[in-house]
């Protein structure tokens, strides 16, 4: 069975699901970067060519994880050196990326997994259109979208005024796109689920619950 590595704050129902496929490693929030962020996968580590690359103060280090150089700071953009995604074999990232990791397309936007919700090796969702642009630049096939309900939590697992992203609402494996979530508290709901039914993925949400951001997931 895979590890996945997940904010510590994931409710009850998301995690007995993922129970059934993985071994699950809850994220210890950490005090080096704000509270949204403390526990999030997608700020501390980035998995590349099958590899997990990792910030040296990550609160879970795996004796197979390669230590990146840049320790995750507070304010942006040093809270996102590892914040990259890869789609297609390509590696998306930006200007504030870690030396370790050598990006094939560059973008502007340093939360850029945050702001990438793949959703097979081939293809993504995405909630900001310079990503979209740079992506279709590079015949990585995406779905843009504007999206203004996705929540955020405290450090108390309260909700934060600040809005969440796709990439950190989802992770998919398998065939399967979970969103941690109810799909239809979300103002795209039908142009996801049409998306998701035009490349064969099977969606997974959770009826009821808001949509919340926990950076996504690690899996390994």
């Given amino acids: 069975m895979k590890n996945l590595i997940i904010d510590s ?7 007995e699901y993922l129970l059934n496929y993985f071994n699950i490693i809850k994220l210890p929030l950490s005090e080096d970067v704000y509270e949204e962020i403390s526990g999030h996968s997608d700020i501390f580590y980035a998995k590349i060519h099958n ?12 004796p197979s994880f390669i230590i990146g150089n840049k320790t995750v700071k507070k304010d942006y ?19 504030y990326t870690d030396k370790s990791i050598k990006p094939d397309v ?3 936007q340093g939360y850029v997994k945050c702001s990438i919700a793949k959703i097979n090796d081939n293809c993504c969702i995405t909630t ?18 504007q999206e ?6 405290k450090r108390n697992g309260s909700l934060s005024y ?59």
């Fill in 128 to 145: 900001d259109k310079k990503i979209s642009n740079a992506l279709a630049e590079n015949n990585i096939e995406n779905l843009y979208i």
């Fill in 77 to 95: 953009p040093n809270d996102v050196p590892y914040n990259v995604c890869e789609i297609d074999s390509k590696i998306i990232g930006s200007r």
């Fill in 162 to 220: 600040m809005r969440g992203f796709i990439g950190g609402a989802s992770i998919s494996f398998d065939n399967k796109f979970i969103l941690f979530g109810d799909i239809d508290k979300l103002e795209n709901s039908n142009k996801i689920k049409d998306y998701l039914k035009e490349n064969n993925i099977e969606l997974v949400d959770f009826s009821g619950l808001d949509v919340y951001d926990y950076g996504g997931g690690i899996i390994y």
């Fill in 148 to 153: 203004n309900n996705i929540r955020l939590l």
């Fill in 106 to 108: 560059m973008v502007k």
């Fill in 9 to 15: 704050r994931i409710r009850d129902v998301e995690y």
């Fill in 51 to 62: 590899k997990i690359i990792c910030a040296p103060n990550a609160k879970y280090i795996d």
